[in-house]
DNA sequence: TCAACCAGTTTACTTTTAGTAACCACATAT
DNA sequence: ATATGTGGTTACTAAAAGTAAACTGGTTGA
């Protein structure tokens, strides 16, 4: 009989959903690579140019190392982010945000703000 | 010695935080109002005008009742969405996207182009 | 030599999230 | 009476996410 953002009723009253949002909807998609805990503030302290890991560690004050690694990994799977070898002996490694990665800033400011300007 | 981002390190060369991310940073606050998962979509689904509940679960094809159930609730408690109950016998309800709730949509509409643009 | 740094890894948990499947009470249509 | 609809709730399980703290194996500086 009548139709509502992709459901429909036939003729015997019986309901469909003719486009139902499965899990990859670009929102979901999206969020799953920039929504994890963590993920956002890191590609945020990475904005302004290479940070090692342990600096980046102390900054995110809430997150163990265990979170920090696994996450740098994720996004380094993702291209978001790019680890680079400073020095063999002394080791030194340094974390950089990817041309890719800048693609995700914009969005995070609007985020950044929409949290500000908004008491939340 | 130097300082970067906020760490500094004093004359005995022992390395200091001065601004650490703690978990009420923006860009964590935010996520955790609209980084669930389905959050982004309900509000998506709900940006065009009220939808009944069932509906709303059946385009969220994924989604358990008890998960879209959950996942409004939080969202009716942080002020995204209204419920507003359209009959009472025979029970019918719509979800509604609040003044606020309209806010986080350009945030929304971004993250699902960025997800888009770059195949994610 | 000792303490502190580097970049992690590992262990041993606890907490949170996600998910299934069945069930409720009531209403409407056949 | 039976199936289907409404808007949920309950009970339970599985998986993911997160924690603190110890540990590696090296380096560096006092």
Known sequence: M???LGITTDEQG???VSEPCLEPCPIERGMRVLGGKWKGS??????DGPVRF??????LGGASKK???QR???????GLVKREMVS????AVTYEITEFGKTALSFLEEL???SETHQI
């Open 2 to 4: 009548g139709t509502s």
């Open 88 to 91: 063999d002996r002394p080791v």
């Open 67 to 69: 979170m920090v690694v």
């Open 54 to 59: 342990n600096d980046l560690a102390r900054q």
């Open 14 to 16: 019986r309901k469909h």
């Open 42 to 47: 890191i590609l945020w302290h990475l904005k």
């Open 112 to 114: 950044k703000n929409w």
């Open 72 to 78: 740098l990994r994720e996004m380094e799977d993702a």
